[in-house]
T-cell receptor
Framework: EAGVTQFPSHSVIEKGQTVTLRCDPISGHDNLYWYRRVMGKEIKFLLHFVKESKQDESGMPNNRFLAERTGGTYSTLKVQPAELEDSGVYFC????????????FGSGTRLTVV | SQQGEEDPQALSIQEGENATMNCSYKTSINNLQWYRQNSGRGLVHLILIRSNEREKHSGRLRVTLDTSKKSSSLLITASRAADTASYFCATVRDPGAGSYQLTFGKGTKLSVIP
């Protein structure tokens, strides 16, 4: 089966610009998660979708971040406007069972805000 | 509070030796998972151990869980150069807490020298 796909793999943008990251989960996985790792810190949870609904968005840092999952398939994470501290690697993961089984992660999008 | 803290932060061993990594956490958990990340790649799920389990094996991997000490260990036996990667533990809290998010530690960077 195809894995979790993230696009783009790298993005360099200027402070104040907008960037949209995309994640295609494994087909049939209702659960989709976004995580990020900023330089030198732990990988942190951002939010969890079940199908198209936000199950848990407690990790979203502020209202500059907007995640959507229209139709319950792929998801986008938009950062608008981007700030320097948003730089890091953004991971997407999907799973069939929430929390009870292993998660399949994508390779991540490395975002650099200059 | 920080959860899933790995120890040591870096480990360098010779090929064929065993590698042991430890993880401590602070809250009650439903399960604990170990992931591997090769440089520039995504996280790969290795093994999951539930809170009512004490030990689990998968190939050359052995994971233990001590819920009284809130700690886990990952043992890789007969290490290979290809095991060189960063290893992360991640916990899932009791779903009764309403969240299925993974809480990661900072990871252990393992180098296996041929």
């Amino acid at each position: 089966e195809a894995g979790v796909t993230q696009f783009p793999s790298h993005s360099v943008i200027e402070k104040g610009q907008t960037v949209t990251l995309r994640c295609d989960p494994i087909s049939g996985h209702d659960n989709l998660y976004w995580y990020r790792r900023v330089m030198g810190k732990e990988i942190k949870f951002l939010l969890h979708f079940v199908k198209e609904s936000k199950q848990d968005e407690s990790g979203m840092p502020n209202n500059r971040f907007l995640a959507e999952r229209t139709g319950g398939t792929y998801s986008t994470l938009k950062v608008q406007p981007a700030e320097l501290e948003d730089s890091g690697v953004y991971f997407c993961a999907s799973s069939q069972v929430p929390g009870g089984g292993g998660y399949t992660f994508g390779s991540g999008t490395r975002l650099t805000v200059v | 509070s920080q959860q899933g803290e790995e120890d040591p932060q870096a480990l360098s061993i010779q090929e064929g030796e065993n590698a042991t990594m430890n993880c401590s956490y602070k809250t009650s958990i439903n399960n604990l998972q170990w992931y591997r990340q090769n440089s520039g790649r995504g996280l790969v799920h290795l093994i999951l151990i539930r809170s009512n389990e004490r030990e689990k094996h998968s190939g050359r991997l052995r994971v233990t869980l001590d819920t009284s000490k809130k700690s886990s260990s990952l043992l890789i036996t007969a290490s290979r150069a290809a095991d060189t990667a960063s290893y992360f533990c991640a916990t899932v809290r009791d779903p009764g807490a309403g969240s299925y998010q993974l809480t990661f530690g900072k990871g252990t960077k393992l180098s296996v020298i041929p």
